[in-house]
T-cell receptor, first 114, second 114 residues
Framework: QKEVEQNSGPLSVPEGAIASLNCTYS??????FFWYRQYSGKSPELIMFIYSNGDKEDGRFTAQLNKASQYVSLLIRDSQPSDSATYLC??????????????FGKGTHLIIQP | EADIYQTPRYLVIGTGKKITLECSQTMGHDKMYWYQQDPGMELHLIHYSYGVNSTEKGDLSSESTVSRIRTEHFPLTLESARPSHTSQYLC?????????????FGSGTRLTVV
């Protein structure tokens, strides 16, 4: 089982609808959770982070975390064509010993249809 | 403007050549990372540093080496490039207090070894 799993897609959503992106992780000791957006040929860009159970909203984006289910999601409301990109879920695994680098999922390719 | 810079953006080089990929950040971040990403695949951590004179290998085995002589500079070196090294190399940095470990990425170096 991969440490961070995402459906690779593509996920196709009509413009103006809600896009729902999901991510599961295997390490129960994971502390922080991040969503990055990566346009083709570009580097990842941080759009949301969450570390407490529940919802966190920022503009059109809402991150949801359920540590009991080891599940993180990202909702994008009023989807725009400019939201078309690959969305990477990343998990900070632990803070003591070894690398505290982020572990990334493979990403979900999102297509917003005009 | 504080940022993280990678050079070159693209590099095509012959087998057996020595190469150095440059990464510099002006944000005063303690932690720096190198990730490798093949097209359509997840990012894999290959090196990280928590400060000057601190370097460690990441999760993915790599023949490259890194150094951290100055806080702002974290170059990656391949002594003898091979076609298997063809990939995108992404440098990132983080501040221990920033978004609980979220990264800022450079624009990446796309390396092709022929």
């Amino acid at each position: 089982q991969k440490e961070v799993e995402q459906n690779s897609g593509p996920l196709s959503v009509p413009e103006g609808a809600i896009a729902s992106l999901n991510c599961t992780y295997s390490d129960r000791g994971s502390q922080s959770f991040f969503w990055y957006r990566q346009y083709s040929g570009k580097s990842p860009e941080l759009i949301m982070f969450i570390y407490s159970n529940g919802d966190k909203e920022d503009g059109r984006f809402t991150a949801q975390l359920n540590k009991a289910s080891q599940y993180v999601s990202l909702l994008i409301r009023d989807s725009q064509p400019s939201d078309s990109a690959t969305y990477l879920c990343a998990v900070k695994r632990y803070s003591g010993g070894g690398a505290d680098g982020l572990t990334f999922g493979k990403g979900t390719h999102l297509i917003i249809q005009p | 403007e504080a940022d993280i810079y990678q050079t070159p953006r693209y590099l095509v080089i012959g087998t057996g050549k020595k190469i150095t990929l440059e990464c510099s950040q002006t944000m005063g971040h303690d932690k720096m990372y190198w990730y490798q990403q093949d097209p359509g695949m997840e990012l894999h951590l290959i090196h990280y540093s928590y400060g000057v004179n601190s370097t460690e290998k990441g999760d993915l085995s790599s023949e490259s080496t890194v150094s951290r002589i100055r806080t702002e500079h974290f170059p990656l070196t391949l002594e003898s490039a091979r076609p298997s090294h063809t990939s995108q190399y992404l440098c990132a940095s983080s501040n221990r207090d920033r978004a609980l470990g979220g990264y800022t990425f450079g624009s990446g170096t796309r390396l092709t070894v022929v």
